[in-house]
Nanobody
Framework: VQLQAFGGGLVQAGGSLRLSCAASGRTFRLYSKGWFRQAPGKEREFVAGINWSGSRSTYADFVKGRFTISRDSAENTVYLQMNSLKPEDTAVYYC???????????????WGQGTLVTVSS
C-alpha cells in the first residue's frame, strides 16, 4: 500500500495550488481521507478531512473558506484545492487515509510521504 502526494511547489501569496494524493495497492472506497501539514519547527496539524462517501467534510479554522478537500469517484484519490495562500501556509503537506468510522476521525492508518508547499510574500 502506498500513498503518493504531489502538486506542491512555490507560489506567491494570494496564489493557488492543487494537491493530489493517489493510493495504490488496494481499494480505499470505504476510507475517510485527510490532509495534514507540518511547518518547520512545528508539530503536524490537521488541515481538512472528507468522509468515505464524500458527504461530510471538515476543516481547520485557519483554512476555512480558502481550502477545499475533495475525492474522485474511484475514491482512491483525494485532492486539496488551496486558494488565497498565505506565507503561513508554508509546510510539508501529508495525505492520510483511515478506516476509523468516527467523525471526524481521530486516527489515520496510512500516510503519504508529503509534498512541500512554499508561499512567498
Amino acid at each position: 500500500v502506498q500513498l503518493q502526494a504531489f502538486g506542491g511547489g512555490l507560489v506567491q501569496a494570494g496564489g493557488s495550488l492543487r494537491l493530489s494524493c493517489a493510493a495504490s495497492g488496494r481499494t480505499f472506497r470505504l476510507y475517510s481521507k485527510g490532509w495534514f501539514r507540518q511547518a518547520p519547527g512545528k508539530e503536524r496539524e490537521f488541515v481538512a478531512g472528507i468522509n468515505w462517501s464524500g458527504s461530510r467534510s471538515t476543516y481547520a479554522d485557519f483554512v476555512k473558506g480558502r481550502f477545499t478537500i475533495s475525492r474522485d469517484s474511484a475514491e482512491n484519490t483525494v485532492y486539496l484545492q488551496m486558494n488565497s495562500l498565505k506565507p503561513e501556509d508554508t509546510a510539508v503537506y501529508y495525505c492520510a487515509f483511515t478506516s476509523h468510522t468516527t467523525w471526524p476521525p481521530d486516527e489515520y492508518d496510512y500516510w503519504g510521504q508529503g509534498t512541500l508547499v512554499t508561499v512567498s510574500s
